[in-house]
């Protein structure tokens, strides 16, 4: 469970993490190209689980624009602004914008799937809040009882 408790803490996403992050993915460059590399390449490519590459890239994704959707199989990287011609730049916003919209959809399903486990954390906790009233109210009757 290493990778989970990673990507749980807080990541520092200034410009200066972002120039000390390194990944080996990042290092040959495969995602900086124009085609999309599949997750089985990767896999291939540096003898990793998909589970890995999933990790890898997710941690990517928080320093680097990954384009990743759910209709289309495959991962790269946005283009740089720079390089790109108008009507390029339209189409990767369009990409990207793609992107976007998916990651808050599954926002959207997580704060749905989150009510429910919070309204019983609620109720639990003011359950246990009335045990520990009746344990004080116990010990002290067994204190009056005791004098």
């Known amino acids: 469970m290493k990778g989970s408790k990673e990507m ?39 003898n990793i689980s998909e589970r890995k590459v999933r990790l890898q890239i997710s941690k990517i994704s928080m320093y680097y624009p990954v384009i990743s959707k759910s209709c289309q199989k495959g991962y790269r990287l946005a283009k740089p602004i720079d390089t790109l ?30 009510k429910p486990l919070i309204a019983w954390k609620k109720v639990a906790e003011k359950k246990l809040e009335e045990m520990d009233g009746l344990k004080d109210i116990k010990i002290e009757i067994y204190r009056k009882d005791n004098e």
């Open 85 to 114: 011609n108008k009507e390029d730049l339209q189409l990767e916003v369009k990409e990207v914008n793609h992107v976007l919209k998916e990651l808050q959809s599954r926002v959207i399903q997580l704060k749905a799937k989150m």
């Open 8 to 46: 749980s803490k807080k990541v520092s996403q200034s410009k200066k993490a972002k120039e000390e992050f390194s990944n080996e993915l990042l290092d040959f460059n495969i995602l900086r190209s124009d085609k999309v590399v599949y997750k089985q390449d990767l896999q291939k490519m540096f």
